[in-house]
C-alpha cells in the first residue's frame, strides 16, 4: 500500500476488510452448537403392551375373593340397612337386616329348650350314679338335648339369613336397596370390594402368551396421567378364548394402588431384562437409509462418528454396542442427525442422566 494514495488507501481497506470478515465468520460457524450426554450402565426391559380392566382378585385356595356381593337368601322385607356406599366396614359388620322378628323368636324358643334339655339331662345323670334310673332314659336324655342342640343351630342359620354381614375388609361399593323394601330371593343387595386386593385383567393374543411368564414384574400406565404402577404377572390361563384368540392373564396390583375396578388402563409387561448395559439416550442414535446405525462422541470439541449395534429400548433409553464405547463417554444426542465425522463442535447444553 506504499504507493496508494490516500483515496486508493481507503478503497483497498473497504474492499478487503470486508473480505476478511466474512473469512472469519464462516470459520467459526463451521463448529455444530450440540448438546451431550453422557454414555450410561443401566438395566433396560423389553416390554409387551397391551390393556386390562381393573377387577377385584379372585378367589385362591384358602383366601376369599376381594369382593363379595350380597344376595338375598330368602324372600322378604329390608328392615334395615345400617351402612352407606363408601363407608369403610370390617368382616363381620352388619350391610343388610332383612326382618327377623320371627326369626329371633324361634331363636329364643331354641335356647330355651337347650337349657331345659341340659337341666334334664344333669338331674338323669345325677339319678343314674344313685341307680334310680334307668340307663335308657339317660340315653333318651341325651338325645333330646342333642335334638336340642340340632334346632338352635338351624335357628341361629335362619337368623344369619336375615342379617347380611360382610366376609371381607373393604368399602360398601353400592346398595340397591332401601328400608322398607321387599325383596325376592336373589337379588343383589349390596357390593362390598377391597381396594388393596385388586388385578388386572388383560387379554393377551396367542402369538404372544409364549413371552409371558408367571412372575414377570409389569408397569400400569392410566390415562391423562404420568403415574405409573408396579404390578406382577400371577394368573395365565391355560386355555385360548375361541372368539378373539386370546389368553386371559392376571396382574396383581400392590395395596394402595388408588385404582378403581372397572378402570381401563394400559399395561407393559416386562418380557425381557438386560442388566448392566452401555445405554444412550435415544436421541444420540442416528440410523441412514441403509440401516446403519451410529452416534457421535465428543473428545477437544470434535464429534468422532461410531457405528453401533443397537439392543432393547426402554422410554427414551437405548441399548447400545459398539467399539471404543464406554461408561462415562460424552456422546451428542441434539445434532446429532447425519453429523459428518471429525466436525468441531460447541456444547450448549449437557442435560440430567438416566
Known amino acids: 500500500m506504499k504507493n496508494l494514495n490516500p483515496i486508493q488507501s481507503l478503497l483497498f481497506l473497504s474492499l478487503f476488510l470486508p473480505l476478511q470478515n466474512s473469512a472469519a465468520e464462516e470459520t467459526l460457524t463451521t463448529e455444530v452448537a450440540v448438546q451431550v450426554a453422557r454414555v450410561q450402565i443401566a438395566s433396560l426391559n423389553a416390554y409387551l403392551d397391551g390393556y386390562g380392566i381393573v377387577a377385584p382378585e379372585p378367589a385362591a385356595a384358602g383366601r376369599p375373593a376381594g369382593a363379595a356381593y350380597l344376595t338375598a337368601p330368602v324372600s322378604g322385607l329390608v328392615l334395615e340397612v345400617p351402612v352407606s356406599e363408601g363407608e369403610q366396614i370390617k368382616s363381620g359388620d352388619l350391610v343388610i337386616r332383612l326382618d327377623d322378628r320371627l326369626a329371633k323368636a324361634e331363636l329364643k324358643r331354641a335356647q330355651a329348650r337347650v337349657r331345659f334339655a341340659q337341666s334334664v339331662l344333669k338331674r338323669e345323670r345325677t339319678l343314674l350314679k344313685q341307680h334310680n334310673t334307668s340307663q335308657k332314659t339317660f340315653e333318651i336324655r341325651q338325645q333330646d338335648l342333642a335334638l336340642a342342640r340340632a334346632d338352635l343351630a338351624n335357628a341361629e342359620g335362619v337368623l344369619a ?38 388385578i388386572v385383567s388383560a387379554n393377551i393374543p396367542t402369538a404372544d402368551i409364549e413371552k409371558v411368564k408367571l412372575g414377570q414384574t409389569a408397569r400400569i400406565l392410566i390415562s391423562h396421567s404420568t403415574r405409573v404402577i ?51 439416550p435415544l436421541a444420540s442414535v442416528y440410523t441412514d437409509i441403509d440401516g446403519v446405525s451410529s452416534l457421535s462422541s465428543v473428545k477437544n470439541k470434535i464429534a468422532h462418528r461410531h457405528e453401533v449395534e443397537l439392543g432393547l429400548q426402554e422410554d427414551q433409553w437405548i441399548e447400545v454396542k459398539g467399539e471404543a464405547l464406554h461408561a462415562g463417554m460424552m456422546v451428542v444426542t441434539v445434532g446429532s442427525y447425519a453429523l459428518p465425522d471429525n466436525s468441531a463442535v460447541r456444547r450448549i447444553h449437557t442435560p440430567q442422566g438416566r
Open 230 to 280: 408396579n404390578a406382577t404377572v400371577t394368573f395365565i390361563s391355560p386355555s385360548v378364548n375361541p372368539s378373539n384368540g386370546t389368553v386371559l392373564v392376571r396382574l396383581a396390583l400392590p395395596p394402595h394402588s388408588q385404582l378403581r375396578p372397572g378402570q381401563f388402563v394400559k399395561i407393559k409387561i416386562a418380557i425381557e431384562r438386560h442388566q448392566s448395559s452401555l445405554v444412550v
Open 161 to 198: 339369613q336375615r342379617q347380611l354381614r360382610s366376609s371381607l375388609d373393604g368399602v360398601v361399593s353400592r346398595v340397591n336397596v332401601l328400608p322398607g323394601q321387599a325383596v325376592d330371593l336373589n337379588t343383589v343387595l349390596a357390593e362390598i370390594v377391597d381396594l388393596n386386593r385388586l
